[in-house]
């Protein structure tokens, strides 16, 4: 069975530009949550997409915004990029946000450089 | 006052032994926690969950010990190998809550 998948794998943009990164979850699951993890540091929660609708936001600026798609695949938006957005970000998925406890799956994430 | 397991930001161990892993979570109101392990390049993959009406779970080689008095999550494998070098993560969510909130991580290093 397939896992979280997303795309692209690594992504070199300069600041100021802008960035999308999607992300499909496994099969059969309606939520998405979105990570930023820094080189040395765990992942810190940016979003949660559930059927559609956000249920979650971490402690990032409005400049980062996503959305989730009728077949539950889901997009990060990331504008006016600085230098300290350069992570990698993570993709999970579960079966339903709304138990609050499902277990969150995670892709191989997409590694972003800004130069 | 009772001991409470130490973070180690770095653990190495000999192929074969027993590995202990300590985390301290942040969240009295946290009710489900789950281990993580991520390899160098990869996204975290799930070992083990467990739920706050529980202090012990056991998986294949692993096992999640619980202790909401002090706060404090372990993880135990047993019989450790080359593979199981990695970086592992507690995370810990409440009931209602969504996002999940990872501890620091502890770099296992197995030598053999």
């Known amino acids: 069975d397939a896992g979280v998948t997303q795309s692209p794998t690594h992504l070199i943009k300069t600041r100021g530009q802008q960035v999308t990164l999607r992300c499909s979850p496994i099969?059969?699951?309606?939520?998405v949550s979105w990570y930023q993890q820094v080189l040395g540091q765990g992942p810190q929660f940016i979003f949660q997409?559930?059927?559609?609708?956000?249920?979650g936001r971490g402690n990032f600026p409005d400049r980062f915004s996503a959305r989730q798609f009728p077949n539950y695949s889901s997009e990060l938006n990331v504008n006016a990029l600085l230098l300290g957005d350069s992570a990698l970000y993570l993709c999970?998925?579960?079966?339903?946000?709304?138990?609050?406890?499902?277990?969150?799956?995670f892709g191989p994430g997409t590694r972003l450089t800004v130069l | 006052g009772e001991s409470v397991g130490l973070h180690l930001p770095t653990l190495s161990v000999q192929e074969g032994d027993n590995s202990i892993i300590n985390c301290a979570y942040s969240n009295s109101a946290s009710d489900y926690f789950i281990w993580y392990k991520q390899e160098s390049g990869k996204g975290p993959q799930f070992i083990i969950d467990i739920r706050s009406n529980m202090d012990k779970r056991q998986g294949q080689r692993v096992t999640v010990l619980l202790n909401k008095t002090v706060k404090h999550l372990s993880l135990q494998i047993a019989a450790t190998q080359p593979g199981d070098s990695a970086v592992y993560f507690c995370a810990e969510t409440q009931q209602a809550g969504t996002a999940l909130i990872f501890g620091k991580g502890t770099t296992l290093s197995v030598s053999s």
């Open positions: 099969s059969g699951h309606k939520s």
């Open positions: 997409y559930y059927e559609k609708e956000e249920r």
């Open positions: 999970a998925s579960s079966l339903d946000s709304d138990r609050g406890t499902d277990t969150q799956y």
